[in-house]
């Protein structure tokens, strides 16, 4: 089993910035991909941003360019920087983990982030 604990998120205005943290613990992977999916009310979840433990990251295209994922000091932990946020970035954020394969899946609790004047 792995254990994602999560911190970050909270009430910000537009413009503003948050950061996400994420930290994997368990029965981790030496070959992983990491990140963040987010949920809104009505709406699927998606993905924002992912990073592999050999440094490739993706981006949804909705973000690129305003959120970065990067390792956040120890081997199986990722941070979000979330910057310039829109009101529409306003969900539920689920840290993401998997094997390389993305066979063995597993989620955090969800951290709410709210955009709002």
């Known amino acids: 089993q792995v254990r994602l604990v999560e911190s970050g998120g909270g009430l910000v205005q537009p413009g503003g910035s948050l950061r996400l943290s994420c930290a994997a613990s368990?029965?981790?992977?030496?070959?992983?991909?990491m990140g963040w999916y987010r949920q809104a009310p009505r709406n699927q979840r998606e993905l924002v941003a992912t990073?592999?433990?050999?440094?490739?990251?993706n981006y949804a295209d909705s973000v690129r360019g305003r959120f970065t994922i990067s390792r956040d000091g120890a081997e199986n932990t990722v941070s979000l920087q979330m910057s310039s946020l829109k009101p529409e970035d306003t969900a539920v954020y689920y840290c993401?983990?998997?094997?390389?394969?993305?066979?063995?899946?597993?989620w955090g609790q969800g951290t709410q982030v709210t955009v709002s004047s």
């Open positions: 368990g029965s981790i992977f030496s070959i992983y991909v």
């Open positions: 993401y983990y998997s094997d390389h394969g993305r066979i063995f899946q597993y």
């Open positions: 990073f592999t433990s050999s440094g490739i990251t």
